[in-house]
């Protein structure tokens, strides 16, 4: 299995950008796994963003990002998406996808399969 992400880019602050997660080599994958958002900006440790168990009946989302980001998936093409808006500067920070076959966590180690990271770049 392989974890894409993709759709990071430079935007001013308070727009949005719309993230997204592909899953190769396997199918419904993330009905059946845990998928998070992570995000770590330069000299800082990954923080958890969001998170949807595979049954989609519980989401979890970082304090800072609550309100304005929200995951969420497309069963059909087994696609995990991250809509974040009203963005600020301090939402920058590469942008990572993750899964586990338990529940969510914040440990970072606990995720088996990684996404590649992608750049989000918020200018005031």
């Known amino acids: 299995v392989q974890l894409q992400a993709s759709g990071g880019g430079l935007v001013q602050a308070g727009g949005s950008l719309r993230l997204s997660c592909a899953a190769t080599?396997?199918?419904?994958?993330?009905?059946?796994?845990?998928v998070a958002w992570y995000r770590q900006a330069p000299g800082e440790q990954r923080e958890l963003v969001a998170g949807?168990?595979?049954?989609?009946?519980?989401?979890n989302y970082g304090d800072s990002v609550k309100g304005r980001f929200a995951i969420h998936r497309d069963n059909a093409n087994d696609m995990v998406y991250l809509q974040m808006n009203s963005l600020e500067p301090e939402d920058t920070a590469v942008y990572y996808c993750?899964?586990?076959?338990?529940?969510?966590?914040?440990?970072?180690?606990?995720?088996?399969?990684w996404g590649q990271g992608t750049l989000v770049t918020v200018s005031s």
């Open positions: 949807m168990v595979g049954t989609g009946d519980r989401i």
């Open positions: 993750a899964t586990r076959s338990g529940g969510i966590t914040p440990n970072t180690v606990a995720y088996n399969y």
């Open positions: 080599g396997t199918g419904n994958f993330f009905r059946i796994n845990t």
